[in-house]
């Protein structure tokens, strides 16, 4: 007994300290964030997504950025009027523009469904990039906003005879850490100001093709 009080105690604290971090995050962005929880994940060998309890009646619109304190988890692509569906970033073919921290490099990482690393594709083989680089949002589509940290590069295999590169990258935001979460409602024309987050990296745009409400 006195070790299950133990590991809630151990439990409560985590949680409690994950939410002061989105507080924190809150107070440093310049646009509205919305909390939210993730209820469940839907079972599906190939898609990757979670189920939040936030939708159109909070606010929340097709398209909108989920993140916590650490990055960009995913995008709603499912909206309700009391909950979204949102797909994460090893969702297949989910594709988000980014930018190499290190030097400004532009690309896109992209999805390659549940389990598999996400990958940088249409690279030049001399393309400037190392093992280890972090990836943010560039901001560039309008969706994300710029800055926030999405990837780090973790396998780089290059081929000079097709003068092209296959990059492998890690998620940095981890979906199963905790259960809350920020939906981020950015408009581009009123708060293109990069925003730094915990992980001290800025904000940018990743976009899924919009649908209306309730189709997949």
């Given amino acids: 007994e006195l070790s299950l009080l133990a590991n809630q105690a151990a439990f409560l604290s985590i949680e409690n300290q994950n939410l002061r971090n989105l507080l924190d995050l809150q107070k440093k962005v310049s646009f509205k964030t919305i909390p939210v929880e993730i209820l469940f994940n839907p079972p599906n060998p190939i898609s990757q997504r979670v189920v939040i309890n936030r939708g159109q009646n909070h606010g929340l619109s097709l398209g909108s950025p989920i993140a916590n304190d650490a990055g960009i988890l995913g995008q709603v692509v499912r909206l309700y009027d009391n909950s979204a569906e949102v797909s994460l970033l090893e969702d297949w073919n989910f594709a988000v523009p980014v930018l190499v921290a290190r030097n400004g490099l532009r690309a896109a990482v992209v999805g390659s469904g549940r389990g598999q690393l996400l990958q940088l594709r249409y690279l030049p083989v001399a393309s400037d990039l190392e093992v280890g680089d972090i990836l943010l949002t560039s901001g560039v589509d309008g969706i994300y906003p710029p800055g926030f940290a999405v990837a780090v590069i973790t396998k780089i295999e290059r081929n000079a005879e097709q003068n092209a590169s296959n990059v492998f990258c890690s998620p940095i935001a981890d979906v199963n850490r905790h259960l809350q979460a920020l939906a981020l409602i950015y408009d581009p024309q009123l708060d293109a100001k ?12 990743g976009r899924r093709q919009t649908r209306p409400k309730g189709q997949p």
Avoid: K, M, R
């Fill in 194 to 205: 990069p925003a730094a987050n915990s992980s001290n990296s800025s904000p940018s745009t």
